[in-house]
């Protein structure tokens, strides 16, 4: 990533011109900072919350409370991080048909946030991008998707679908504001919390992993802010079940665009998160695009064979 960013250097220092400045602003928006790296390992569910023994007493507590004798209804909210890192899916959501299933909500207003959208990778952006990385098929993989920024809001729109599909989640609207109430993004997602949990027998746990956002829901009744912290650092060496292994492969390559990995038998696979023609259906359903060099690739003899037993298998429980 670093002789990419310094070949950018190189080709603007030769060419000297706004529009190359432009260009090369924009390409480098478009290589991921090694804190994307990191967010993929949490999004995956590799890296997990350093209080995460404290969320799930938190989460017990809730399960436990009986409203027909007194206890409060509880709920829980997200905040935007909070859904971007898959917090309920790798960590809440019910593993078991009888594992307790929790009260969701979900702020529109982070909706609001999921579906902005930038711009599509084509034109001058494809060209430049295909001078400065000549050995990468740029428009087979680029062209007509969306920039880093709004894939991985695509990423996080999945959770949120996930989280409406659960069957115990509603979405929650600003109703009204309060004389004062912020107009910043934080506030109005507080607010909107807040106005929720201000019923009585009502209370609402609210995610999020940013600690000044935590510390605006004090005050607020019956809202309960809890920071949910993560490693600042990644470990050398995870070992995990292959469910963790296959996501974290997939949030790769969509941030990346494509992945390469060389294979025990000698074999190389790429692995593609974005190519030209990745429909609604493709994103819908996170699917990824796997392709060999060699039509004899021995990986992509295995997948095949392993995808004819699964088929077969759908087909005799159809």
């Known amino acids: 990533m670093r002789d990419l960013q310094?070949?950018?250097?190189?080709?603007?220092?030769?060419?000297?011109?706004?529009?190359?400045?432009?260009?090369?602003?924009?390409?480098?928006?478009?290589?991921?900072?090694?804190?994307?790296?990191?967010?993929?390992?949490?999004?995956?569910?590799?890296?997990?919350p350093t209080n995460l023994p404290e969320i799930q007493r938190l989460l017990k507590e809730a399960s436990q409370s009986v409203p027909p004798r007194g206890g409060d209804v509880y709920y829980l909210a997200f905040d935007n991080n909070a859904i971007r890192n898959r917090l309920y899916s790798n960590f809440i959501a019910p593993p078991y048909e009888h594992s307790p299933r929790y009260n969701l909500r979900l702020a529109q207003q982070v909706k609001r946030e999921l579906d902005a959208r930038s711009e599509k990778i084509n034109g001058e952006f494809l060209h430049a991008f295909r001078d400065i990385y000549q050995s990468f098929s740029v428009p087979r993989v680029f062209e007509n998707q969306n920039v880093l920024a709004d894939r991985l809001r695509q990423l996080a729109l999945a959770e949120w679908n996930a989280m409406l599909a659960s069957g115990t989640c509603e979405s929650r609207s600003l109703r009204r504001r309060r004389p004062g109430t912020p107009t910043?993004?934080?506030?109005?997602?507080?607010?909107?919390?807040?106005?929720?949990?201000?019923?009585?027998?009502?209370?609402?746990?609210?995610?999020?992993?940013?600690?000044d956002f935590v510390t605006r829901c004090d005050g607020n009744t019956n809202l309960i802010g809890v920071l949910v912290r993560y490693p600042s650092k990644l470990q050398s060496e995870y070992h995990v079940l292959w469910e963790y292994a296959a996501r974290l492969l997939y949030q790769l390559a969509v941030i990346y665009g494509r992945i390469d990995i060389a294979t025990e038998s000698g074999d190389t696979v790429y692995l593609y998160g974005v190519w030209y023609g990745k429909s609604t259906e493709n994103w819908r359903h996170e699917h990824l695009k796997i392709t060999a060099p060699s039509s004899e690739s021995k990986v992509l003899d295995s997948l095949r064979r392993d995808l004819a037993i699964l088929e077969a298998a759908a087909q005799k429980e159809a």
């Open 184 to 211: 910043d993004s934080d506030g109005l997602i507080i607010e909107t919390y807040a106005q929720f949990a201000a019923k009585p027998c009502r209370k609402v746990i609210l995610f999020s992993s940013d600690n």
């Open 6 to 48: 310094k070949r950018i250097d190189q080709v603007v220092s030769q060419r000297p011109s706004e529009k190359t400045s432009n260009w090369a602003t924009n390409l480098k928006h478009e290589l991921p900072e090694f804190n994307r790296l990191q967010d993929a390992f949490r999004q995956a569910g590799i890296v997990q």
